[in-house]
Every structure is written in C-alpha cells, then in structure tokens.
C-alpha cells in the first residue's frame, strides 16, 4: 500500500457519516441532556457580558455615538453567520462547531487551523471576560462596604496591576461547576441568563429617562474609520453563535434545535446590544467613556444619585460575566474533544468521566490557561485577538455552506440557508471586512499563532489522525 501524498493529507475530509456515527455510537458520550430553551439560553450566555458590560467603554471612544452603527453592522455579520451556521449545525449536529464543519468540507488541515482558531477565540475570550469580572466587583464592593480590591491584584500586568487575581477566582467557580455536569452547568447558566437581561432591562428604562439628544452631537466623530474599528473590536462578543453549535452531541433532536437555538440567540443578544449602546450614549457624553470602569453601574449612579440601581447593575454585570465564562469555557472543552477524538490531539483531551459525563482532565487544562491569560494579559491585547479568531471560525462556516451543498446535496438538513449562495457569500464578504479593521499587531500575533499550529499538525497530528491510521476505535480513548 502507498503512501498518500502530501496533497491528498491535506485537503482529505471526514465523512459527514463518520461525525455521526462518533456522537451517536458510543455509550460512554457526552450524552444528550439539553432541549431548546437551555441551548438558546446558552447562547445568549456566551454573549451578552463583557461585549456590553465593559467592551462599551472602548468601543465608543473609537466610533463616539455611532457605536450604535457598530453594532449594528457587527450584528449584520453575524446574523448572516448564524444562518449558514444553522445550516451546518442541521446537517452536522456533533460537537466541534466550525472545526468539525471544515473537516467535512475543506479537508483535514483547513480544519486544523481553524481548530487553532477555534481555541484562540475561545480561550482568549473567556479571558478577556475574565479580566473585566474585577471591575465590577470593585464596583459592588464599593457601594456596599467603601472598600476596593487593591489594583496591584484586580489588574493585569500593562494595565496597573501585577495579578488580576478577581479573574482566577472567576475561572475557579466555573471550573467547579463544570466538573459537576453540563446540565448542572446550563441550569445555572439559565437563571444567570435572565436575571442579566432584567439588570439591562432596568438599565435602558433608567437611561432612557435621563436622555440627551445633545450628547449624539457629532454623531461619528472618527467617521466610517471609527466605526469599522469599533466594529471589529466588539465582534469577537458574538461568539455565542459558535458556543451553540459546539453542543451538537448534547442537544435533544438537534437538526431542529440547534438552527433555532442559533437564530433565537442573536435575536435575544443583538436587540439587547442596540439598545443598551444606544440608551448609554444617550445619558453620558461619549467622551467620558474613555478609561472608565464598571461604565454601566457608574452611569446609573450618576444619573440617579442613588447606590441600589448601580448596585444591581453590578451585581447582574458580576452574574453575566460568570455565565459568559462559564459558556465559554464549556465550548473550548468540547472543541478540543471533538479534536482529540479525531486523532489530531492527544487522547487526553477525550478522556470523558463516565458518572458525571464531563471531559474532566481536558477542563482542567482550559481552566488553568484561561485563568492564567486573565491574571496577566491586558484586556484590549485578548480582545482583538478574540475577534480575530471568530471573524476566521465565521467566514470558514459560510464558506463550508457552499462547498457542503456542491459535495453533498443529498444530506439531510433540518434548516437551509436563504438566498443561497448570495448569501453565504455576503457573509465571508462582512467577515473579511471586519478582520481589515483589526490593528496590525493583531495579524502579527495572529500568524504567530497559526504558524505554531501548522508545525503541531506537521509534527503530530497529519499521522495520528483516524483518517491517517484507519483507528475508527480511537475515540474510545
């Protein structure tokens, strides 16, 4: 038997059947425990947090009142995304999201990298979520008690601090709670889910009733540049859409729930963004949203002169971000599963605890990465490099659409995308505009990054993979 060249390694796919028969076969999975309810509320977790509680105060000074346009325009670009996503995850409802989508569309190291993409957006995320946790814990503290938290141990180093140790404790609770089970965690996740959208319910009537027609005077003081660049800044807020579709093997009937939970979601988040943004703009000129923490909370205080609303504010920002955390940590577990049980990562990572049905030594090692970014890196670092990542993962999926239908036009599909291909088209179209509005450094440690998967898929994966050795067991790990 020869040898397959190097061209046919690369660009080789995994059978849509073979993704199938992995998540439906095996009694020791992850097991299937969530309905549409707790999929749609995960991902409205995953996205609404840091995006509106603390990623606000740099998206304004870059796009002034018309970050309202930015999110607009970032909600656009997703909302194309969600629906090539909810063709995909119909068609192929296991975990792994975008990667298991590219493995079955553009070959084995297309898949790879966006597996490294994947990775990067989820864990610098859950990061940089991480770091703003300690703003408004400083914040509640204060209003309650007069004392704060020492910068020294609620900052990163480059950001006024030496440790955020605020974060780690964050990472140490969900960690804790992920151990215990994905339906114990999507439970809490569930009530941390609405008691935020009440806090940013509370937060638009208190805004709208102090609103200053003045404060839009000029509109885009940095013009279309300002709000392209805010734009892609808070992009990477949107990665609930992808957290959904890394349920695929733990949803009930999942070539329904899984389009409706992506589309149900954004709806949910993209409303709540607009109208947040545009009711905070309105009560506070947006020149002081520059350097300002805990905005939200120190808006309703100024505004109302009173401590309980920017309390609650800070108590539902402090939930939020827990839930936001919480998802994503929950997504990079099962995306280094699917991984791993292709054969592409260590079998470590598959290693499922059989009582509480949870990749427990792979959540560990997530954890303890994640809690280790957010003690030391800044937040405007994590967060274009978070967007960066995702607008990569989205664009691959439109493009996965196309080249699904063209390989396989027969696969059934519980959803499928309008006005195809226009559509998918005009999706990777508003993935790469965004990416252009992305600072320089962003590609640099972008192609570091990429460059150290490529010689990890050279070095390892290219010859363990199943597709490479045949090992149809391996994923019994």
């Given at each position: 038997?020869?040898n397959?060249?190097?061209?046919?390694?690369?660009?080789?796919?995994?059978?849509?059947?073979?993704?199938?028969?992995?998540?439906?076969?095996h009694?020791?999975?992850?097991?299937?425990?969530?309905?549409?309810?707790?999929?749609?509320?995960?991902?409205?977790?995953?996205?609404?947090?840091?995006?509106?509680?603390?990623?606000?105060?740099?998206?304004?000074?870059?796009?002034?009142?018309?970050?309202?346009?930015?999110?607009?325009?970032?909600?656009?670009?997703?909302?194309?995304?969600?629906?090539?996503?909810?063709?995909?995850?119909?068609?192929?409802?296991?975990?792994?999201?975008?990667?298991?989508?590219a493995?079955?569309?553009?070959?084995?190291?297309?898949?790879?990298?966006?597996?490294?993409?994947?990775?990067?957006?989820?864990?610098?995320?859950?990061?940089?979520?991480?770091?703003?946790?300690?703003?408004?814990?400083?914040?509640?503290?204060?209003?309650?008690?007069?004392?704060?938290?020492?910068?020294?141990?609620?900052?990163?180093?480059?950001?006024?601090g030496?440790?955020?140790?605020?974060?780690?404790?964050?990472?140490?609770?969900?960690?804790?709670?992920?151990?215990?089970?994905?339906?114990?965690?999507?439970?809490?996740?569930?009530?941390?889910?609405?008691?935020?959208?009440?806090?940013?319910?509370?937060?638009?009537?208190?805004?709208?009733?102090?609103?200053?027609?003045?404060?839009?005077?000029p509109?885009?003081p940095?013009?279309?540049?300002?709000?392209?660049?805010?734009?892609?800044?808070?992009?990477?807020?949107?990665?609930?859409?992808?957290?959904?579709?890394?349920?695929?093997e733990?949803?009930?009937?999942?070539?329904?729930?899984?389009?409706?939970?992506?589309?149900?979601?954004?709806?949910?988040?993209?409303?709540?963004?607009?109208?947040?943004?545009?009711a905070?703009?309105?009560?506070?000129?947006?020149?002081?949203?520059?350097?300002?923490?805990a905005?939200?909370?120190?808006?309703?205080?100024?505004?109302?002169?009173?401590?309980?609303?920017?309390?609650?504010?800070?108590?539902?920002?402090?939930?939020?971000?827990?839930?936001?955390?919480?998802?994503?940590?929950?997504?990079?577990?099962?995306?280094?599963?699917?991984?791993?049980?292709?054969?592409?990562?260590?079998?470590?990572?598959?290693?499922?605890?059989?009582?509480?049905?949870?990749?427990?030594q792979?959540?560990?090692?997530?954890?303890?990465?994640?809690a280790?970014?957010?003690?030391?890196?800044?937040?405007?670092?994590?967060?274009?490099?978070?967007?960066?990542?995702?607008?990569?993962?989205?664009a691959?999926?439109?493009?996965?659409?196309?080249?699904?239908?063209?390989?396989?036009?027969?696969?059934?599909?519980?959803?499928?995308?309008?006005?195809?291909p226009?559509?998918p088209?005009?999706?990777?179209?508003?993935?790469?505009?965004?990416?252009?509005?992305?600072?320089?450094?962003?590609?640099?440690?972008?192609?570091?990054?990429?460059?150290?998967?490529?010689?990890?898929?050279?070095?390892?994966?290219?010859?363990?993979?199943?597709l490479?050795?045949?090992?149809?067991?391996?994923?019994?790990?």
């Amino acid at each position: 038997m020869t040898n397959p060249s190097l061209w046919t390694t690369l660009f080789r796919c995994k059978p849509v059947a073979d993704f199938i028969v992995a998540g439906e076969g095996h009694s020791h999975g992850l097991g299937r425990k969530f309905g549409l309810f707790q999929l749609t509320m995960l991902g409205v977790g995953a996205t609404i947090g840091t995006g509106i509680f603390v990623a606000l105060n740099t998206a304004v000074p870059e796009a002034g009142p018309a970050v309202s346009v930015s999110f607009v325009i970032a909600g656009i670009t997703a909302a194309l995304t969600a629906l090539c996503y909810a063709e995909l995850a119909s068609a192929v409802p296991v975990a792994g999201s975008s990667y298991s989508y590219a493995y079955a569309t553009m070959g084995e190291f297309a898949a790879f990298l966006i597996g490294a993409c994947l990775l990067l957006e989820y864990g610098v995320s859950a990061s940089a979520i991480a770091v703003g946790w300690g703003q408004y814990c400083n914040e509640a503290l204060s209003l309650t008690t007069g004392w704060r938290i020492p910068d020294a141990i609620a900052r990163p180093p480059g950001a006024g601090g030496v440790v955020n140790l605020p974060a780690v404790v964050l990472v140490g609770l969900c960690l804790t709670l992920l151990l215990r089970g994905a339906k114990e965690s999507t439970t809490v996740n569930s009530v941390l889910v609405l008691l935020k959208i009440a806090v940013l319910l509370l937060f638009v009537c208190v805004a709208f009733a102090h609103f200053s027609v003045d404060n839009y005077h000029p509109f885009a003081p940095r013009g279309l540049i300002g709000i392209g660049s805010a734009a892609s800044s808070i992009f990477f807020s949107y990665i609930g859409i992808d957290a959904v579709s890394t349920a695929g093997e733990e949803v009930d009937n999942p070539r329904r729930n899984l389009p409706l939970a992506i589309i149900l979601s954004l709806l949910i988040v993209t409303a709540a963004y607009i109208l947040v943004s545009v009711a905070a703009v309105g009560a506070q000129p947006w020149t002081a949203f520059k350097g300002q923490e805990a905005g939200l909370a120190v808006i309703l205080h100024t505004l109302t002169g009173a401590a309980w609303p920017a309390l609650a504010l800070s108590l539902g920002a402090i939930a939020s971000i827990f839930s936001v955390t919480l998802v994503v940590l929950y997504g990079q577990t099962r995306i280094l599963y699917a991984m791993s049980r292709d054969g592409l990562l260590p079998a470590f990572f598959r290693r499922v605890d059989p009582v509480r049905q949870v990749p427990r030594q792979n959540t560990w090692v997530v954890a303890g990465g994640v809690a280790l970014l957010a003690a030391l890196v800044p937040l405007d670092v994590l967060v274009n490099l978070t967007s960066m990542g995702t607008l990569i993962a989205f664009a691959s999926v439109s493009i996965g659409v196309i080249l699904l239908r063209r390989s396989r036009p027969d696969l059934p599909r519980g959803y499928r995308v309008p006005f195809y291909p226009v559509l998918p088209i005009a999706s990777a179209a508003f993935c790469l505009y965004l990416i252009a509005g992305l600072p320089k450094d962003t590609y640099l440690l972008f192609a570091v990054w990429l460059g150290g998967a490529a010689a990890l898929y050279f070095g390892y994966s290219r010859r363990r993979s199943v597709l490479a050795t045949g090992a149809a067991g391996a994923v019994e790990g």
